[in-house]
């Protein structure tokens, strides 16, 4: 993110935009070519896509080499070498203020400079934003310093720094990037509380507006060679369509849900967070009650009639409707004494009738 990198993003803005349409999509259509991807497909030219129910893009200015596997919808796996500039990454489109990512990531590499980033970009007002969690070689700090914020157990330095006249979102414009930047570096990875970066930025004037694309990325420039390797979790979920209009939200009910026991002390406890008409979205919080460590979890439990799952985050499930088994996810099923996890998911149907035969056992 030094000077090189702010114009190489510019240009690879221009490599994002035939998801948008218009004049710009259109000059952009030879260039970058949108598509399905399967598990474990390997990606060393520019294009964007969905893959496993989830978004992705990868984008190199053909200096030097770059590749990224998708090995599945939730993780990537890259390597560079002698790099110009290159960035890619999976997530959503569009992307949530409110989303909490949970991730589990490594970095490697040897000269210029390498992010491991949260990115993605909002519409009216037109803004790039970057939570960049570690780094290899020296982020870019140009821009306006606009003091520190706490979240997720880490320090964070603002800036806020315009963009004039460079190829964007909406075709060449001026806007604003927004960053916040972890003051000591976070490696493996870890949870990032999306809503605290949001009103950080407001809280300066900084604000987001309607959402676009959002990935965990990894970006090099610089010349320097690497590798990382990427698996993400998150919520709200990433593929559901949102209702045509805001919906309500509602209160959980007022009896208390039931929660369920299991080997090892596995506990589920489910509960509603919002619903509206014909759909909501559900939460699952797994506890490990036991006194020793929690390897691998299962929930089970039984869906109510005309209920099923439209999408489900930060588990695995087998089934959308009547008995369903969820499994954790690559990285959230070891907990220790008194820890806890969750998953979610987006359901249809009638969100005030809570499911049957809620359990947990592990592993």
Request: one cysteine or more.
């Amino acid at each position: 993110m030094n000077d090189a990198p702010v114009r190489s993003r510019s240009r690879r803005r221009t490599r994002i935009r035939l998801l948008i349409g218009g004049a710009c999509a259109a000059a952009l259509a030879a260039a970058i070519l949108p598509g399905i991807a399967n598990a474990a497909t390997q990606i060393c030219s520019p294009q964007t896509g969905t893959n496993g129910g989830n978004y992705y893009s990868f984008w190199n200015n053909g200096q030097g080499s770059s590749c990224i596997t998708l090995n599945s919808g939730t993780n990537y796996s890259s390597t560079w070498s002698s790099i110009g500039d290159w960035v890619g990454g999976v997530g959503w489109n569009p992307g949530s203020t409110s989303r909490t990512i949970s991730y589990t990531g490594s970095l490697n590499g040897s000269g210029g400079t390498a992010l491991m980033t949260l990115y993605g970009w909002s519409t009216n007002p037109l803004v790039e934003y970057y939570v960049i969690d570690n780094w290899i070689g020296s982020p870019n700090t140009a821009g306006t310093n606009m003091g520190t914020m706490t979240s997720d157990g880490g320090t964070y330095t603002i800036i806020k720094h315009q963009q004039v006249n460079q190829p964007s979102i909406q075709g060449t414009a001026t806007f604003w990037q927004y960053l916040a930047i972890r003051t000591s570096k976070r490696t493996g990875g870890g949870t990032i509380t999306f809503s605290n970066f949001v009103n950080a930025w407001a809280s300066h004037g900084m604000n987001l507006g309607t959402m676009n694309y959002q990935i965990m990325a990894t970006e090099a420039w610089g010349g320097g060679s690497g590798s990382s390797s990427v698996s993400i979790g998150g919520s709200p979920p990433p593929t559901t369509t949102p209702p045509t209009t805001t919906p309500p939200t509602t209160a959980p009910p007022t009896s208390p849900p039931p929660t369920g026991g299991g080997g090892s002390g596995c506990r589920a406890t489910y509960s509603v967070a919002n619903s509206w008409q014909g759909g909501f979205n559900a939460s699952v919080t797994v506890t490990n009650a036991g006194s020793s460590t929690l390897n691998g979890w299962t929930v089970h439990l039984t869906l109510p009639s005309g209920q099923s799952i439209a999408s489900l985050w930060n588990g695995v499930n087998s089934g959308t409707s009547g008995a369903v088994t969820v499994k954790n996810a690559a990285y959230n099923g070891t907990l220790g004494a008194g820890a806890s996890t969750s998953f979610g998911y987006t359901g249809s149907g009638d969100g005030s009738q809570t499911p049957s035969n809620i359990s947990c056992t592990s592993p």
